[in-house]
């Protein structure tokens, strides 16, 4: 699932927010982000099953390589 971020304005001015395709607590970021943007403040939440699931990160293996150097003192 990509990620998105989905928003209802009320008449009244209330807004709702919900996070989607965004594991861990990373999604809190995308809320205050948008409590930024809006000048707005949080007076309620509840979190998703996706809040609770620990994203999976993909790590490239990268080689290296070392190179050992010897160095005369001068004096």
């Given at each position: 699932m990509a990620?998105?971020?989905r928003i209802?304005?009320?008449?009244?001015?209330?807004?709702?927010?919900?996070?989607?395709?965004?594991?861990g607590?990373?999604?809190?970021?995308?809320i205050s982000?948008?409590?930024?943007?809006?000048e707005?403040?949080?007076?309620e939440s509840e979190y998703t099953s996706e809040y609770y699931e620990t994203e999976e990160v993909?790590?490239?293996e990268i080689q290296s390589?070392?190179?050992t150097m010897?160095?005369?003192e001068v004096r």
């Open positions: 990620k998105q971020l209802q304005i009320f008449q009244d001015g209330q807004i709702q927010a919900e996070v989607l395709g965004v594991k607590k990373k999604c809190t970021d995308y982000l948008l409590e930024e943007l809006l707005a403040e949080i007076i993909q790590i490239d390589n070392s190179i010897n160095t005369k």
